[in-house]
């Protein structure tokens, strides 16, 4: 465990993926190392291979199941998120109906089937569209928050009740985290979500652009740093959410304690 958690430090996901390996088939009741080597095969996309450390461990100790329960839904959300990045289904808005937020979700669904310009023209009619969102992050001031990647804007990824989707920044009154405690808060955020209507839920928020997980920077895959590929539409992260904040400044997604909104 040692030597897998040594690796990992130094940015060798590969090196630390064979290690906890072959612990585990040298010791198959290890359960820290199959809870080890779950939270690396999430960290690298591989959700089968994840699901199935998931098993194991519930069938190694019922304390587990509830754990097993949560993931799996993460897991499954994530095979949905890949799908839609690849064109195959639409993105889902969790929140509302309709409205510019709908318009940017159907602009995400057009990006990723190859039709640009009309993602373009559906992008730039829900910015225009959305309201300005003052609030404070971190007790930080702004009067308005997006992503830094130019496909999500005023919106973030959310995994709410099992189910993945959009939500705009518009939705909700606040948004709190302890920070990231496990390999798996880098992969799946654990949050807080206070919704305008009072009431509130725990939630996921994929804590690393689509596609990081085959990143070719150690340090993109394990969400300790973001990389841009700049696109004719904008930038494109790999690695860790970043949002903007209207002074310009750029927050970590894995920085956020508290996001409230006026």
């Not at 990231?180 to 009072?198: C, K, M, Q, S």
Request: glycine fraction near 10%.
């Amino acid at each position: 465990m040692a030597d897998a958690d040594a690796l990992l430090r130094d940015g060798d996901v590969a090196g630390a993926r064979a290690a906890l390996v072959d612990i585990v088939r040298a010791r198959p009741a290890d359960q820290q190392a199959r809870m080890f080597l779950f939270q690396l095969f999430a960290v690298l996309g591989e959700w089968d291979k994840a699901r199935t450390q998931l098993q194991a461990l519930s069938q190694l100790s019922p304390e587990a199941q509830m754990l097993g329960v949560t993931y799996n839904q993460a897991i499954e959300a994530e095979k949905l998120r890949a799908a839609i990045f690849a064109g195959a289904q639409p993105m889902p808005l969790l929140l509302g109906d309709g409205g510019w937020a709908q318009g940017l979700a159907h602009s995400i669904t057009l990006l990723a089937r190859g039709e640009e310009a009309e993602a373009d023209a559906a992008r730039e009619a829900a910015f225009d569209s959305a309201p300005d969102t003052p609030g404070t992050i971190n007790g930080q001031s702004f009067e308005w928050i997006g992503d830094a990647d130019a496909r999500f804007g005023p919106s973030f990824e959310a995994i709410l009740g099992g189910r993945y989707g959009l939500i705009a920044f518009d939705q909700i009154a606040a948004i709190t985290s302890e920070g990231p405690r496990d390999l798996r808060d880098t992969v799946w955020y654990p949050v807080e979500i206070a919704f305008r209507n009072g009431q509130s839920a725990a939630a996921f928020l994929p804590a690393r652009y689509p596609g990081s997980e085959a990143a070719s920077e150690a340090a993109e895959q394990l969400g300790r740093a973001t990389g841009w590929a700049e696109c004719e539409w904008g930038q494109q992260g790999s690695g860790q959410h970043v949002w903007t904040l209207s002074d310009g400044e750029d927050v970590g997604l894995l920085a956020l304690r508290k996001l409230s909104f006026s």
